[in-house]
């Protein structure tokens, strides 16, 4: 297949996604989020949705996370940054599950970095390994802006493609309790990410992937490898048997 029809594949693609988004109930959808991950997680839906308030009370992590929000915005460059609500969905997942070892591609502004991120704080310890393409994001800002200054230690930024840099950054950093894909989200890419990312995965460990909705890829990965697997929003969650 050339790359121009595999970009007009993932154009028509992204385009229904479009629509289907505006369907879907995302308050049905957080309301959800708690019983939803019960079925994939070893924690009671009560348990992750203590989690969610915790995630509500954090003071210290929402004053500078909503400031730094409105600078992007005003900045006219927030498109592709992803929601806060699914960055709640991965906070949850570090919490419950106690993540400490975490490689994710596509940073961006960090929205994801910064929630999980907080989750490693309020846990004690942990790494995020991230990956994206040299340069920067669009505007004055650089990669992980929105990440809160007191995470930034725990934070280990990796500029590359994917594909050059993943295979050699997870034999690096050993087993992974979470792998996180949010970069090119063209179908033989994702497949790539979630095959190589599988490989260095924990026993019990969690594969997620962001706009899994885009295509049945995540749903037939998951079931193909035996990974009990949800979807929250714009998120998917799989988890590894131990
Ligand atoms: C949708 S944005 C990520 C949003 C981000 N996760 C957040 O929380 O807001 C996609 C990012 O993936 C990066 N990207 C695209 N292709 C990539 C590749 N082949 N390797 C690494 N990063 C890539 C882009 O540079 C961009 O920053």
């Given amino acids: 297949m050339t790359s121009s029809f595999r970009d007009a594949?993932?154009?028509?693609?992204?385009?229904?996604?479009?629509?289907?988004?505006r369907r879907l109930d995302y308050g049905r959808e957080t309301r959800e989020r708690a019983d939803r991950l019960a079925e994939v997680l070893p924690a009671?839906?009560?348990?992750?949705?203590?989690?969610?308030?915790?995630?509500?009370?954090l003071e210290w992590f929402h004053d500078g996370y909503a400031d730094r929000v409105d600078e992007i915005h005003a900045a006219g460059v927030a498109a592709d940054t992803t929601h806060w609500r699914d960055g709640v969905t991965l906070y949850v997942v570090c919490r419950a599950l106690g993540i400490e070892t975490v490689v994710e591609t596509g940073v961006l502004f960090g929205?994801?970095?910064?929630?999980?991120?907080?989750?490693?704080?309020e846990n004690g310890g942990g790494t995020l390994h991230a990956v994206d393409l040299p340069g920067g994001?669009?505007?004055?800002?650089a990669y992980g802006h929105l990440i809160p200054d007191r995470c930034r230690?725990?934070?280990?930024?990796?500029?590359?493609?994917?594909?050059?840099?993943?295979?050699?950054?997870?034999?690096?950093?050993g087993p992974v309790d979470l792998f996180?894909?949010?970069?090119?989200?063209?179908?033989?890419?994702?497949?790539?990410?979630?095959?190589?990312a599988l490989s260095h995965l924990a026993s019990g460990g969690v594969l997620a992937s962001h706009d899994v909705r885009l295509s049945r890829l995540f749903d037939q990965f998951a079931?193909?490898?035996?990974?009990?697997?949800?979807?929250?929003?714009?998120?998917?969650?799989?988890?590894?048997?131990?």
Wanted: hydrophobic share 35%.
């Fill in 180 to 196: 996180l894909h949010d970069s090119d989200h063209r179908l033989p890419h994702m497949r790539f990410e979630y095959e190589t």
């Fill in 153 to 173: 230690d725990r934070w280990d930024l990796h500029r590359g493609d994917a594909r050059e840099v993943l295979p050699e950054l997870l034999e690096e950093v």
């Fill in 44 to 57: 009671s839906a009560a348990e992750l949705r203590g989690y969610e308030r915790e995630y509500d009370d």
């Fill in 9 to 21: 594949i993932y154009a028509v693609r992204k385009a229904r996604l479009g629509l289907e988004r």
């Fill in 223 to 242: 079931e193909t490898n035996g990974l009990r697997s949800c979807v929250v929003c714009d998120t998917g969650i799989a988890r590894r048997p131990r």
């Fill in 137 to 141: 994001p669009p505007g004055p800002f």
């Fill in 111 to 121: 929205s994801f970095d910064a929630h999980i991120l907080a989750a490693l704080c």
